[in-house]
């Protein structure tokens, strides 16, 4: 075939199936590990150590180059400043979607195609279409592991000769793929949660970058129910991990978290019946819309609000680059700082960081 696609490994087994299967396809494949994050800590488990002799062992398995790039100051600067800024605000951001935008299809596709690359490839479960010169993000088979949800910031033109090789197979296929091919990592564990924080202490961690004090839980009527150790580590919705039980009247129904008043340091609780989470009703900020906005300003679509949430059938709104977005079912606990994507049957239309909901 003649031509080079650089592929970004991760030293798991979803990357490197990915390039197996485009060395199989007839294409010049090249392994690239990028390191995001730099950790000399014996508590961090994020030091990529690990990952990158896992990424020398599958490239040396399927004979293929493979190098190493650091991007750790543009991931410092671009996405993780921004991390804990949204937290000091209050908010519940994730991380994962701007690395995709930042460091992934920017910087990373940059080096890649420094280093020949004709395409760019990655172990992302999802799909893509490339039709009149046009790039659109579509969704994957294996509806539970689509990550499309991931991606909703990356921009039309960061999708120009960009390969999902796994956008056909479901995660079962692809452990098979690997043990049948004898790839090091085949019964590798699947990575969860925020690459830099790990498996260590999310309250300790966060507590480095933000001073935590203790405060009140109270009741929406201000009863005091209980102490929290800083309320940037709680969630809207949250029940568990709070730390208080019953109160004196009986009532032995779990709590979860209403809201966070960061200026007074309260964490606001309530018992029972939850219908005072739910809404129907979320406004975005700006809106990335890949490939580009519609020209209806009224459209029926689909849409998630969290990773791996079944789609909901709903109604945007574009109101001035941003949208608003009614569901046709109310959704519980629609969180501030976290992406709201549209879908329409298999495109993903982008998405924007939810501001409000009522």
Known sequence: ????????????????????????????VIGLYMSNWKETSDSGVCTGEDDWADVKRVCTSLDIPYYSVDFSKEYWNNVFMHFVDEYKKGRTPNPDVLCNREIKFGPFKKYAEELGADFVATGHYCSIKHENGIHYLMRAKDENKDQTYFLNQVKEDQLSNVIFPLSDMIKNSVRDYARENNIPVSEKKDSTGICFIGERDFRGFLAQYIPMKEGDIVTEDGKVVGRHKGVYFYTEGQRRGLGIGGIKDGNESRWFVLKKDVEKNLLIVSQGEEDILYSNTLLTGEFNFIPSEPAEKEFRCLARIRHRQPLQEATAYIENGAVRVVFDTKQRAIVEGQYCVLYKDQYCLGGGVIEQNY
Request: glycine fraction near 18%; avoid cysteine; charge should be neutral.
């Open 1 to 28: 075939m003649g031509k080079t696609v650089v592929v970004g490994m991760s030293g798991g087994v979803d990357s490197a199936v990915a390039a197996s299967l485009l060395k199989n396809q007839g294409y010049d």
